[in-house]
């Protein structure tokens, strides 16, 4: 699973090819800078067999289809490759099994939960059946996706009282209660661009790719490497993207040619 991160191209502050040359001041150090200010990494987000069909408790449709196209991506040469799960406890919050009639309905129920570190923070939640488990074959990542090919794998929504879609942290901000990890590893790494793709488009991905753009990184949501669970909700996804300057890119986008 451990491979080196990313790929050493700069020597002593020059590309390789010029170290030996006469070229300009200005070639040596102005195309090296160009280069190095260009560090990507791919996030992709919870493709879990709970997520997909056919037997996933929360199977998103056509979830499985898109492992093709994410192993493509992780032949890549991104810096850093991070594969995130989602991961629960048995009596995690999100779950409507873990609420009392008539409120518990999956996908219907609505809750109301406040911050435990700041009760007066409170965040609306919808119910889910329950999913992705500890310790069960639900939480485990699809074997189609492979995984020797990951740098790192970064489990969330670990505290049973948050809700937590996002890779990098649960909602709350005043302050926050549960963070993955994935924040200090992306800036330690010194990356600048991160790309998204997994499940859910309209969940997973979506919270995921707006904090990373609050993280301060270039961020962009590859299109065709997601699936949502409600569809008709993409127009307001993209919508909140717009507003974030987050960018949804296709494969063959240009950014994606390097």
Known sequence: MSQPIGGNTLRNGCLA????CNASTALRTCLPAAMSS????????DVQEDFCPPNGSLAVQG?????????????????????????????????ASNHDAPNNKPFESMITIANPLNPSE????????????QGT?????????????????????QDTRVEMYSAFADPFKR?????????????????????????????CVRYTALD????????????????????????????????????????DDGSLSW
């Not at 409170?122 to 488990?133: A, S």
């Not at 699809?142 to 929504?157: A, M, R």
């Not at 302050?175 to 998204?196: M, Q, Y």
Request: hydrophobic share 40%.
């Open 137 to 157: 074959k639900g939480a485990e990542l699809l074997p189609e996706l492979d995984v020797t090919k990951v740098h790192e794998i970064v489990e969330k929504g």
């Open 122 to 133: 409170t965040q609306e939640t919808r119910l889910w059946p329950d999913h992705c488990i």
């Open 175 to 203: 302050p926050c209660v549960s963070r993955s990890g994935l924040a200090k590893l992306l800036h330690d790494a010194e990356i600048t661009d991160v790309f998204v793709a997994g499940l859910a488009a309209d969940y």
């Open 63 to 95: 979830g499985r289809d898109i492992v093709p196209l994410l192993n493509e991506l992780l032949d890549r040469p991104f810096a850093i490759k991070v594969a995130t799960k989602d991961f629960h406890p048995q009596d995690h919050v999100s779950f």
């Open 212 to 251: 990373a753009a609050k993280e301060g990184f270039k961020t962009r949501v590859i299109g065709e490497a997601t699936r949502a669970v409600d569809p008709s909700s993409m127009d307001a996804v993209l919508k909140e993207y717009d507003e974030a300057g987050v960018t949804v890119v296709e494969k």
């Open 17 to 20: 090819i010029c170290t030996s």
């Open 38 to 45: 260009f560090k990507p990494a791919l996030v992709i987000v």
